[in-house]
């Protein structure tokens, strides 16, 4: 079965710093989606960026980017620049096939605290 | 994008009683998820919910506890059953969506808090 490890539950960051979360996950799948979300305090999830397993180019998106290492499964996001409105909670997720429903395995949650 | 609403936002409810949370979708799409996010921790998939067919429960959940309805495409209901204060946690359902279908849009959440 696929899982998502996220070994981080909480991470602090200086404003205008840059912060990296790490996850990694485990999968005998060649072709997958892996997500990062942004809960803030809201409770709103937010898609932060996406990244396609068959693609070796890291995706970025403005200040957020991820290093994608399909061999090692590793997929971790960095920020830059960090702001006061980057604190939350990120979650890993993955994203798989089964019988043709697509299902979505999220991992336990970073907290990022984001210092003034 | 989907826009998604959910009611209510939050309720507390006594124990044994039944809560049924809605969940709005601006657009139609085929399926829709729900998920439970107990305190402090990650979402778990409850089941998928495809319009006209009987929804999907993952392990640990089932169709007594977690009755879903779908009876149109841009509208689910979750109805949690008999509740204990174990099933305190935020419910949010969700969509696929994006370009290709690859992008799950959530609604903002329904706290359930059962005394």
């Known amino acids: 079965a696929q899982t998502v490890t996220q070994s981080q539950p909480e991470m602090s960051v200086q404003e205008a710093e840059t912060v990296t979360l790490s996850c990694t996950y485990d999968?005998?799948?060649?072709?997958?989606?892996l997500f990062w979300y942004k809960q803030p305090p809201s409770r709103q999830m937010i898609l932060v960026i996406r990244?396609?397993?068959?693609?070796?180019q890291n995706a970025t998106e403005n200040r957020f980017s991820v290093n994608f290492q399909k061999a090692a499964k590793s997929f971790s996001l960095k920020i830059s620049d960090s702001q006061l409105g980057d604190a939350a909670m990120y979650f890993c997720?993955?994203?798989?096939?089964?019988?043709?429903?697509?299902?979505?395995?999220f991992g336990t949650g970073t907290r990022l605290k984001v210092l003034a | 994008s989907a826009v998604i609403s959910q009611k209510p936002s939050r309720d507390i409810c006594q124990r044994g009683t039944s809560l049924t949370i809605q969940c709005q979708v601006d657009?139609?799409?085929?399926?829709m998820f729900w998920y439970r996010q107990q305190p402090g921790q990650s979402l778990t998939l409850i089941a998928t919910?495809?319009?006209?067919?009987?929804?999907?429960?993952e392990s640990g959940f089932v169709i007594d506890k977690f009755p879903i309805s779908r009876p149109n495409l841009t509208f689910s209901t979750l109805t949690v059953s008999n509740m204990s204060p174990e099933d305190s946690s935020i419910y949010l359902c969700?969509?696929?969506?994006?370009?290709?279908?690859?992008?799950?849009?959530f609604g903002p959440g329904t706290r359930l808090t059962v005394l």
């Open positions: 657009s139609q799409v085929t399926m």
């Open positions: 990244q396609e397993a068959y693609k070796q």
């Open positions: 919910a495809n319009q006209g067919s009987e929804a999907t429960y």
């Open positions: 997720a993955y994203r798989r096939t089964t019988s043709g429903t697509y299902k979505y395995i």
């Open positions: 999968t005998s799948e060649s072709d997958y989606y």
């Open positions: 969700s969509v696929e969506g994006g370009t290709n279908f690859d992008e799950q849009f």
